[in-house]
Structures are given as C-alpha cells and as structure tokens.
C-alpha cells in the first residue's frame, strides 16, 4: 500500500476509480481530516485541484480566483507563495509584477519590478484584476493569510507552492510559522490525510520545508528522473510532473515508491482522462469543474492497478 499521506478529499469533489490510495479521503462530519484507506479497502481517489485558483474564470492567485474554485465546486486550489521586501508572505505566480498588475503605471521609476523589492504596502496599491476582466478592478495581491482564511471559509484544500524560493532565503522556515499560527491546516499524523500539501519545483527547498514541517505531505515539481525516484521516497509524498510526455510506466514507478502523482495543468477533458487511464492521483487544471466532471465520468468499475 502507498506509504504516504495527500490531501484529504470531500466526498462531493472526487469521484473513485479503479485502484487503491492511502493518500486521499473523505472527511468524517467532525473534522476535515479523515482517515486515509488502504490500497486493499477500496477504490483509488482522484482529486481535482483548481490551478492558481479557478483562473480560467478569475484572475490567477487573488481571493476571487479562491471564490470562483469554490463556486465551481473544487476540492483543492492550488497558489503560489513569495515574499515582500518587509516580510510578508504574498500570493503571486511571477517573480516580477508587469504580467498581472498595473506596476507600470503605479511605480513608474522602479523597473524590473521584482516582487521581492516592493513593501506589502506598495504591493497594495496595484490592481491585479484588471488584466483578466475590468470585472475584478483593483483585486489586490492578497497574503498567504488571507488565502488560508478565505480557503478555510470555502473548505477548500490547499497545494501551496514555494515559488523561486534561491529568491527568498529562509521563506520555508517563515511559511512553516505561519502555517503553525493556522493550526486548521496541520493534521495529525498517523495514517490520517492531510488538508495541505507544499510543493516546489526547488527540491532541496522542499526537503528544507519537510524538515520545517514533517507532518505535512510534500511534492515535487516537475519529473524526477525515474531511477532517482526511490531516493526522495524518505522524505517526499508527491511528484507533481507537466503532464505532457507522462506515461502510465512513470506512474506505476512513483506508486510503486509510494508517492502520487498530481501532473499539471490540464485543461481539455481528453487529456484529463488520458492521465486517469494511466492512473494519476490528481488532476491540477485551470478549470476545475470540467476536471471533476471528467473524474466523476470515469468508469468506477474498471479493475484496481496492482499495487506493491
């Protein structure tokens, strides 16, 4: 059976396919941690999970993207973390703020306009709506409190991503405390599932965010060279590739390590089946509704995939 623990699933958001996860369940009615089954006890889970919140629908990374994952019935969002110039933990995808702000014209004397050499305060100032739809003028940048707060509002799971951390030294120690100030977000350990899981595509950031906080589960970004797997089996709970040139024999290599596999991002329903068939544990896509719809589709009767 799978060694490790991922996010706990709520029954309405997943839908179960053939084979068996230790990683995924559905919460009982008096917490939102459930009980994580054996790969013998019954059908494996396949979660959705809404890429930097539903952003096919809102603009990437703001508390209306949360909402709209929410509104479009996701089990998990997934956003990315970075740090302000004075410490605070923002919730933004690009290293720099051109793409999805107005930092152009707010802050036109302070090209390159990194995230990093811009206040909380200054970072307020910017609309981070506008460049998806007038709809959501002046959206702002939100903190990674403020996401914790709004996805617990929605009980919605969280996949947290470290973004460029080499950018920001120390960042795994600070969102460790300020997921130790949310203690929603910890769930006990042994054998039960997990609201969070924290991902990079910086392993030995990862590792340095599973020495912070040993009790959550944590993905690597990207594809681990398939005989280098085993090697990060101790420490790591995911390996979360593009889903593009992924095959059912790298799956069944990452199972057989006991770690899942959440592959990013996809948006059309026959990719989304194609990663089922070969037995992904997750589905990370822009439009989260389509991807529940598509695992909700799937034959629930096929045959369970051998498990070690």
Do not use: C
């Not at 004397?109 to 307020?124: K, N």
């Amino acid at each position: 059976m799978f060694q490790r623990l991922g996010i706990v699933a709520a029954t309405a958001a997943v839908a179960v396919v053939g084979g068996g996860s230790a990683a995924v369940a559905a919460p009982d009615t008096e917490s939102t941690a459930g009980t994580a089954p054996s790969a013998s006890a019954g059908p494996r889970i396949v979660t959705d999970v809404a890429h930097r919140g539903a952003s096919g629908y809102a603009p990437e990374n703001t508390l209306a993207a949360i909402d709209e994952a929410n509104e479009h019935n996701a089990t998990t969002a997934e956003v990315d973390v970075q740090r302000s110039s004075d410490g605070a933990l923002v919730v933004i995808h690009d290293t720099t703020l051109e793409r999805t702000t107005d930092v152009e014209e707010v802050y036109p004397d302070r090209d390159p306009y990194d995230v990093a050499d811009f206040t909380l305060g200054e970072l307020r100032e910017l609309d981070a709506g506008s460049w998806f739809d007038g709809e959501y003028a002046d959206e702002p940048i939100p903190t990674l409190e403020e996401v914790l707060d709004r996805m617990d509002q929605n009980g919605l799971n969280l996949l947290l991503e470290i973004k460029s951390p080499s950018l920001y030294p120390g960042i795994e120690s600070d969102i460790a405390d300020t997921i130790r100030d949310n203690p929603q977000w910890l769930a006990p350990g042994g054998g039960e599932a997990h609201r969070l899981v924290i991902q990079s595509f910086d392993w030995e950031s990862v590792e340095r965010s599973s020495d912070e906080l040993p009790q959550i589960p944590h993905g690597l970004l990207g594809e681990v060279p398939e005989d280098e797997i085993a090697d990060y089996a101790a420490w790591a709970d995911q390996i979360n590739p593009n889903h593009t040139g992924l095959d059912a024999d790298y799956v069944d290599a990452v199972h057989d390590a006991g770690l899942e596999v959440f592959p990013y991002t996809l948006n059309d329903a026959e990719s989304m089946r194609s990663v089922i068939g070969m037995g992904a544990d997750g589905i990370i896509s822009d439009y989260p509704d389509i991807a529940r719809e598509v695992i909700e589709d799937e034959d629930a009767s096929r045959l369970p995939r051998s498990l070690p």
